[in-house]
């Protein structure tokens, strides 16, 4: 998580060379750069002092946009596992491994994820056919024909995000098999407590009390696996410009369906949202943060405490629309 | 059906109307500015200002956020800066304006992308400068309005002074002191008019909507009064008819009307009667000498 002196870096690098790659010592940690923040969160939670993690894209950045720097390479072509989201998340990645001399390992955290596609979220929210979803049909048609990457958004994911990790790690160092797995084991059990919590947040929320607006269309799975509906004015991209028709076509859905909390979230512009929570009459909500954590100091410092700080934004925003329509 | 799908976005939307104002204020302040930029040789030094307002409103930016105050501010210090040191230093050196503006502006650019970079991949910054008509709160719409009046006014009080300065800059130097006057005031409403409209359409879209109507202006007219006149009505149109093809067809709303107001560029340019392509084409009675 944190960014390391270069010069440290490329010292590494040379020792490691000199000692070869095969049979790192014991002290040593491994090299390994995480794309984006939680990928550096998760990262050094299984991997702990055995590793030494470098991320890319830091607390409060945009993974979508970002642009690599020379450290950013030198970091690269020094790290042992590099480890990306994939499902086209980091769009510079490619560009990145090409111009740093990459030779270590790449680890696709997303492996064994069934991809959604962009749009079709809230049709198929599965599993959960017992919370009344009316029809969500997105009104606003983006054609991206690929799959929407925010996939950590829904926690089981985030559960094969780490055992990806973990199994990258122990290949990479197996002489630490064992603590990798027992610090990955007890994360996996930490996760799935927090996805206990989040489906009893959300499932004590009304019904039809689980519509709401954010400025950037990455909460797909998440909406898929707990069965909240999220409307974007924007589409998934914040490169995209809003047109008026879409902006029109939204206004219009939260007036049908009476949504009555905007979100906005850690990484985008939110004057457009303040236009449209204005022209609806709909509440804001507080902040959901879709891809980025926040700083230390801020209300999603790791994975868990992101995912529980949206869970809990989202039951203020809705519960208290409930008592509201209620009186 | 027609006026249907006209008036009908305008009636049932708020934004729709609040970008509507947004775009008349832009066009009633701006195109003017844009028709003297162009009747000086100046069209580009448009677009020079507007790369050199950047920097200053992503530095209001980074130190107060998403404030319009502060925006506004660095980017009318920016953009003075730049205006009023090249002309200082193309009358005090050798140096020509274009020159030493050219070299002035990149380094504003290049100072504000260094600022922004050492604060982290804050690429929220670049949304926030290519703003969105879409979003103008009344705050924005005041500032806008604001400056489309005081733009206005200007004008018309120095409107002969600039007419002598586009026609012979000489002439008006040796019979008033305006001369340098009407230059530095000419700037200043230059960069204000790329400020105010950098909040509705950003800093490089602002300059579209200054000089494409005057460029497709000067086809239809050749007086600098009516030149203004026509230039503000296509302005005006072009603002509404975009606004309404992002809203039928989903163009997004800052391209969709520079575009239309480039349609009207083209288009004068085949069929305007003075100096259009086609025009020149058809053969003319010869005047006997």
């Known amino acids: ?327 | 059906m027609i006026i249907e799908a006209v008036i009908q976005p305008f009636a049932e939307f708020g934004f729709m109307r609040r970008a509507l104002v947004g775009c008349l204020a832009i066009s009633l302040g701006a195109t003017p500015v844009g028709v003297f930029l162009m009747l000086r040789r100046m069209s580009l030094t448009g677009d020079a200002m507007s790369h050199a307002i950047l920097p200053g409103a992503a530095i209001g930016y980074l130190i107060a956020g998403l404030s319009l105050g502060a925006m506004t501010l660095g980017g009318l210090i920016a953009g003075m800066l730049v205006a009023l040191v090249s002309a200082f230093i193309s009358r005090a050196t050798a140096a020509g304006e274009d020159a030493s503006l050219a070299a002035l502006y990149l380094i504003s650019l290049a100072l504000g992308v260094l600022i922004v970079s050492t604060r982290g991949s804050n690429v929220d910054l670049m949304h926030v400068l290519f703003g969105t008509v879409l979003a103008l709160d009344d705050g924005a719409l005041v500032l806008l309005c604001s400056i489309a009046s005081l733009s206005v006014i200007t004008v018309a009080v120095l409107f002969r002074p600039l007419v002598l300065e586009c026609a012979d800059p000489q002439f008006l130097r040796s019979v008033s002191r305006l001369s340098a006057l009407t230059h530095f005031t000419f700037l200043t409403l230059v960069v204000l008019n790329l400020v105010g409209g950098f909040h509705a359409l950003g800093t490089l879209m602002a300059v579209g909507i200054m000089i494409l109507p005057a460029a497709a202006g000067r086809f239809w007219v050749s007086s600098p009064g009516a030149l203004v006149g026509i230039a503000v009505l296509i302005a005006m149109l072009s603002s509404m008819s975009g606004l309404l093809l992002s809203y039928h067809y989903s163009f997004p709303s800052g391209p969709a009307i520079i575009l239309v107001a480039g349609l009207f560029y083209t288009l004068s340019l085949v069929i305007g009667p003075f100096g259009g392509v086609l025009p020149q084409m058809i053969p003319r009675k010869h005047l006997k000498a």
């Not at chain 1, 989201?85 to 111009?99: K, P, S």
């Not at chain 1, 407590?193 to 489906?199: N, P, T, V, W, Y």
């Not at chain 1, 998440?222 to 008026?244: H, I, K, L, M, R």
Request: net charge negative; aromatic share 6%.
């Open chain 1, 1 to 327: 998580m944190r960014y390391r002196n270069p010069l440290a870096l490329a010292a590494t690098g040379v020792a490691l060379s000199l000692l070869g790659s095969a049979a790192v010592p014991a002290q040593t940690p491994t090299p390994v750069v995480a794309s984006f923040s939680i990928l550096g969160d998760m990262a050094e939670r299984i991997g702990g002092p055995q590793v030494d993690v470098v991320t890319l894209v830091g607390p409060g950045g945009d993974a979508h946009v970002y642009q690599p720097t020379p450290q950013a390479a030198q970091a690269v072509s020094d790290a042992e596992l590099f480890i990306v989201n994939g499902l086209q998340f980091e769009g510079w990645l490619d560009r990145l491994v090409d111009a740093s001399d990459f030779t270590g390992q790449r680890v696709v955290v997303t492996d064994g994820i069934e991809p959604i596609a962009f749009g079709e979220a809230a049709d198929a929210p599965a599993g959960h056919g017992d919370h009344g979803h009316d029809d969500h049909g997105h009104d606003h048609g983006h054609d991206h024909g690929a799959s929407d990457p925010h996939a950590w958004q829904s926690v089981p994911n985030a559960v094969t995000y780490v055992e990806n990790i973990t199994a990258a790690l122990v290949a990479a160092d197996p002489a630490h098999a064992d603590r990798f797995e027992q610090r990955a084991q007890r994360y996996i059990a930490e996760l799935e407590a927090l996805d206990e919590r989040i489906r009893a947040t959300i499932e004590s929320l009304p019904a039809d009390q689980r519509t709401v607006v954010t400025s950037h269309d990455a909460f797909q799975y998440f909406a898929d696996e707990y069965g909240v509906n999220f409307f974007s004015p924007q589409g998934v991209s914040t490169e995209s410009e809003a047109s008026a028709g879409d902006v029109a076509a939204l206004i219009e859905t939260m007036r049908e369906r009476n949504v009555s909390a905007v979100f906005f979230e850690n990484i985008t512009d939110t004057r457009l949202l303040e236009r449209i929570a204005d022209e609806t009459g709909a509440r804001i909500g507080g902040t959901l943060y879709p891809g980025a954590l926040s700083e230390s100091d801020g209300p999603a410092p790791s994975y868990i405490e992101m995912m529980e700080h949206n869970a809990e934004t989202l039951e203020q925003a809705l519960g208290a629309d409930h008592e509201e329509s209620q009186s």
